[in-house]
């Protein structure tokens, strides 16, 4: 059996001789269904022009995987911030940015310089769309992907923290940079729901709680052609700092 599969503009060609297999591809919902697969083998295929993954007897299919299952059998492709080792100061991220063209990791100590969590709640708190997780257009309250899977029914939501923020050190700041989801839940120190109940002045006081204090942040620094800076950066992980390994790293700076 052969069948084309598709990910997100592109598609693989799939072969499989396998009746495990194939009545399990039979089972998949187009659109919707992730496929995680492992150890597939990988061939150019001259009649049909195109590269084609056939599957093995040593190939595990996942569906729906969640990220500790991919973790699991393919710990390259998700890794915790623990690998994340490359300390630099706003500058030489900035720099680093300009020279290369890519997606890189590393540490800030730095200060959040700005954390809008007094704003309008649409502004802090944003819905997005439960099957593909794209934003939730507000006046429409459809979903924004015009390829969700769940278009034309009716709206699933899940709501989540989506701030920007801005991260300073003594070389410069680093200006909306994103910090969303369950790093934002874990960084605030409380989940969405808690959010909500908490008063204006509580909100006031969670806000200082960063605003005053360096932080050890680990960021995602990737290109965007949308931004004036030309690139973006992701919030990974962001707690108070050690002072005595803030120290340690501001050493190696002056060196
Ligand atoms: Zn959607």
Redesign the pocket.
């Known amino acids: 059996s052969t069948c084309q599969l598709k990910t997100q503009g592109t598609s693989i060609h799939w072969e499989t001789w396998d009746k495990e297999t194939i009545r399990l591809v039979q089972t998949l919902t187009q659109r919707e269904t992730v496929l995680f697969i492992a150890d597939a083998r990988i061939t150019f295929d001259s009649f049909r022009n195109c590269m084609t993954a056939t599957a093995t007897s040593k190939t595990i299919i996942t569906l729906n995987p969640g990220s500790d299952v991919i973790l699991k059998l393919h710990p390259s492709i998700y890794f915790s911030v623990d690998s994340i080792s490359d300390v630099l100061t706003v500058e030489k991220l900035k720099a680093r940015s300009q020279e290369h063209a890519e997606v890189f990791h590393c540490i800030i100590f730095g200060f959040i310089t700005s954390l809008e969590i007094n704003s309008s709640i649409s502004k802090v708190i944003r819905k997005r ?1 439960a ?4 934003r939730i257009n507000e006046e429409s309250q459809t ?1 924004s ?1 015009d390829a ?4 034309g029914q009716q709206l699933q939501a899940t709501e989540g923290f989506d701030l920007l923020v801005d991260i300073s050190d003594h070389t410069g700041t680093v200006q909306s940079c994103n910090l969303a989801g369950t790093v934002a839940e874990k960084t605030l120190g409380c989940k969405v729901k808690e959010f909500l109940r908490l008063s204006e002045s509580q909100r006031t006081t969670l806000k200082w709680k960063f605003l005053l204090e360096r932080c050890k942040i680990y960021l995602k620094v990737f290109p965007s052609a949308r931004s004036r800076s030309g690139m973006r950066a992701s919030i990974l992980s962001c707690a108070l700092a050690d002072p005595v390994e803030v120290k340690q790293n501001f050493a190696s700076f002056v060196v």
């Open positions: 769309c099957k593909c997780k794209f979903c992907n969700c899977p769940n278009q």
